[in-house]
Nanobody, 125 residues
Framework: QVQLVESGGGLVQAGGSLTLSCAAS????????MGWFRQAPWTEREFVAG????????EYVESVKGRFTIARDNAKTTANLQMNGLKPDDTAVYYC??????????????????WGQGTQVTVSS
């Protein structure tokens, strides 16, 4: 089992940066693919970024490529999302998730078994 706690959300102006942190506990973390998803009001949850169990392979949704970077530290059991060049369209609740049944990055929400409580990111224009 994996427990996840996100932090680092907040209000930022367009063009600014934020780093979201995901602190994990549980033995399955180091063998789990990790991902970040987001959900804006009245929309479905959207995959943002994923990383494989070892941190060597990453996947991003097209809209954040070149702006966001996902990274993990298995020694510290963290999975962070560095967000640069933020836009108002990035406004959403961001969720960290773990997929212990998968080693590689995956963009499919149903493949993630554990989720954090979410952290709000608001980008003003």
């Amino acid at each position: 089992q994996v427990q996840l706690v996100e932090s680092g959300g907040g209000l930022v102006q367009a063009g600014g940066s934020l780093t979201l942190s995901c602190a994990a506990s549980g033995r399955a973390f180091t063998s789990s693919a990790m991902g970040w998803f987001r959900q804006a009001p009245w929309t479905e949850r959207e995959f943002v970024a994923g990383v494989n169990w070892y941190g060597t392979s990453r996947e991003y949704v097209e809209s954040v490529k070149g702006r966001f970077t996902i990274a993990r530290d298995n020694a510290k059991t963290t999975a962070n999302l560095q967000m640069n060049g933020l836009k108002p369209d990035d406004t959403a609740v961001y969720y960290c998730a773990a997929a212990p049944r998968f080693l590689g990055p995956t963009s499919t929400a149903v493949e993630y078994d554990y989720w954090g409580q979410g952290t709000q990111v608001t980008v003003s224009s």
